[in-house]
């Protein structure tokens, strides 16, 4: 589970004024997937990159369960957030003259898991992401769309309980995006998965309830069905 409480992040932007994300609270729990959308700068990246403790809250609080139901404060045990998330971010974050078999293996290491267990992950990942024709291809050599499917691969090479997803079906051709759908479905039944995405028909799609970001607010979305007419109106309000 992950659940965002109070959240605030007050900091200077590239123009230099400040900018916040302020009054933000949210639960992502086992068995759902939560999608997360927005105009650029509306603070969505914010909020995800304290969910992966890559910076802490000003103020408010960031809290991920494990399947145990055990909770860690993210601000106060932030190795915790490498543990217990796996992220896939909108760019991929892959070392490019690193062969794909490689550079799972290391992505393993970093999780510390054992060589045995580290072969069993990356052997039934390589099969479901259909990796088997480029496992041995240096990435820079990839193609956008291979990339991002050893982005999603690393993310789950620790078989985390939660996963957040930043544009996962970037790069990805109709057909890989219907099957990674469906195996974003499957996941969702053991594991709390927040998606944060452009693409509001991918909301429709994949999740049991969806959040707008604006302006550094949070807006729930009352029906999925009519989310497109639901965002036109807040940030058109908004402008």
Not at 31 to 37: F, P, S, Y
Not at 48 to 59: L, M, N, R, W
Not at 187 to 195: D, E, F, P, V, Y
Not at 216 to 235: D, H, M, P, S, W
Request: with cysteine.
């Amino acid at each position: 589970m992950i659940e965002v409480q109070d959240f605030c992040k007050e900091y200077k932007s590239h123009s230099k004024n400040t900018f916040r994300v302020q009054d933000i609270s949210f639960i992502v729990e086992k068995g759902g997937i939560i999608g997360l959308v927005g105009p650029n700068g509306s603070g969505k990246s914010t909020i995800i990159k304290a969910i992966c403790g890559f910076h802490y809250p000003t103020s408010g609080s960031i809290y991920i369960s494990d399947n145990d139901n055990n909770r860690y404060d993210i601000s106060q045990t932030p190795e915790k957030a490498m543990e217990l998330c796996g992220y896939v971010p909108e760019i991929t974050k892959l070392v490019p003259d690193m062969k794909v078999i490689d550079f799972l293996n290391y992505a393993a290491k970093c999780h510390n898991l054992s060589y045995e267990t580290a072969q069993s992950r990356i052997q039934k990942l390589c099969e479901d992401f259909e990796m088997s024709e480029f496992i041995n291809n240096l990435i820079k050599n990839l193609s956008k769309g291979q990339q991002q499917r050893v982005s999603f691969a690393q993310s789950l090479i620790h078989d985390p309980a939660n996963l957040v997803l930043d544009e996962p079906i970037n790069g990805l051709d109709p057909s890989q995006i219907i099957t990674l759908r469906k195996y974003i479905n499957e996941l969702s039944k053991t594991k709390s998965i927040l998606i944060s995405t452009h693409i509001l028909s991918e909301v429709n799609n994949l999740c049991k309830n969806a959040f707008i970001m604006n302006k550094g607010r949070l807006y729930n979305v009352k029906n999925l069905a009519n989310i497109e007419q639901e965002f036109l109106n807040l940030t058109e309000k908004e402008l």
